[in-house]
């Protein structure tokens, strides 16, 4: 069964580093997501992309966040300088089309700021 | 501000009990997902549900959405060890399927 990879699972940075968390969308999916989860709370949207441009942002996804999709198959996330409160589990999920779809989430990235 | 609400935020049953977690708005819910996810793992899609008064079934677990689609309901029957988990619910609340919001979760725990 088709499914969202993410890569690495875990990934230890120093402040003010720059992180690039990598998804791989199901293939024939053409709608993209980034979440993120800070331990014990909310998952929290972060950005849409479709087309190859962000339809829509959170206010959590400030200048230090960028997404990208880089080639037919990767879809990438990008944190600038990070900060400690960026440590969160980052979740990267695709549907379909844009619509009501299914949605479907790769296993995470668990992002440790030192 | 809550976009959505869900309760109870734990539960523990008896295995074989029935249970109900409910989800609310107070937005229209225009689909509504209900996901489970293992402590530190991603999410695994159950069900969604778009129009008012639909319900799904899969296995022992049952997905509604009311007909005014502001509140939705996920019922276990006859529960077992292996539904133990965080249920989610999320939803896309301004129609345009861009942006999602999703509950602060259920955790589910089942006794044996």
């Known amino acids: 069964e088709p499914e969202v990879t993410q890569t690495p699972s875990h990934q230890v940075t120093q402040m003010g580093q720059e992180v690039i968390l990598r998804c791989v969308p199901i293939s024939n999916h053409l709608y993209f997501y980034w979440y993120r989860q800070i331990l014990g709370q909310k998952v929290e949207f972060l950005v849409s992309f479709y087309n190859n441009e962000i339809s829509e942002k959170s206010e959590i996804f400030d200048d230090q966040f960028s997404v990208e999709r880089p080639d037919g198959s990767n879809f990438t996330l990008k944190i600038r300088s990070t900060k400690l409160e960026d440590s969160a589990m980052y979740f990267c999920?695709?549907?379909?089309?844009?619509?009501?779809?299914?949605?479907?989430f790769g296993p995470g990235t668990r992002l440790t700021v030192t | 501000s809550q976009e959505l609400e869900q309760s109870p935020q734990s539960l523990i049953v008896q295995e074989g009990k029935n249970l109900t977690i409910n989800c609310t708005s107070s937005k229209t819910l225009y689909g509504l997902y209900w996901y489970k996810q293992k402590y530190g793992e991603g999410l695994i899609f159950l069900m969604m549900?778009?129009?008012?008064?639909e319900e799904k079934s899969h296995e022992k677990i049952t997905a509604k959405l009311d007909e005014k689609k502001q509140q939705s309901s996920l019922h276990i029957t006859a529960s077992q060890p292996s539904h133990a988990g965080i249920y989610l619910c999320g939803a896309d609340i301004e129609n345009n399927f861009n942006k999602f919001y999703f509950g602060s979760g259920t955790k589910l725990n089942v006794k044996p």
């Open positions: 549900l778009q129009k008012g008064g």
């Open positions: 999920a695709s549907s379909r089309a844009r619509g009501p779809y299914e949605q479907y």
